[in-house]
């Protein structure tokens, strides 16, 4: 079982930057994906963002929602990835979960392809 924790949710301003972090509770190195949705009060939950890698490889996805203003980062000495986001708007609002899982995940924005899931963070966006 990975434990898989998120951290940096808070109150921020409209036009901030915030920074979300995710740590699982395994050595991350080999195959894995992580992976970030958030659900906005009284909607589904959506994809953000995710990265898969590999020994020899590593490739990021965003939704085309928050493309360009989302950047997801791998920090292999943590066992953690990072979501940075800027310029956020009240839409951002929401609990963002981070899902990670020991393959290659190739359609990233589907949540069953994720077996461990984080209980989330909130953000809310003031305007």
């Known amino acids: 079982q990975v434990h898989v924790a998120e951290s940096g949710g808070g109150l921020v301003q409209a036009g901030d930057s915030l920074r979300l972090s995710c740590t699982a509770s395994?050595?991350?190195?080999?195959?894995?994906?992580m992976g970030w949705f958030r659900q906005a009060p009284g909607k589904e939950r959506e994809f953000v963002a995710g990265?898969?890698?590999?020994?020899?490889?590593?490739?990021?996805s965003y939704a085309d929602s928050v493309k360009g203003r989302v950047v997801i980062s791998r920090d292999k000495d943590k066992n953690a990835v990072s979501l940075q986001v800027i310029s956020l708007k009240a839409e951002d609002t929401g609990v963002y979960y981070c899902?990670?899982?020991?393959?290659?995940?190739?359609?990233?924005?589907?949540?069953?392809?994720?077996?461990?899931w984080g209980q989330g963070t909130q953000v809310t966006v003031s305007s």
């Open positions: 899902a990670a899982d020991r393959s290659w995940i190739v359609l990233m924005w589907r949540e069953s392809n994720y077996e461990y």
């Open positions: 395994e050595r991350t190195a080999g195959t894995y994906t």
């Open positions: 990265v898969s890698w590999n020994d020899h490889d590593e490739r990021p």
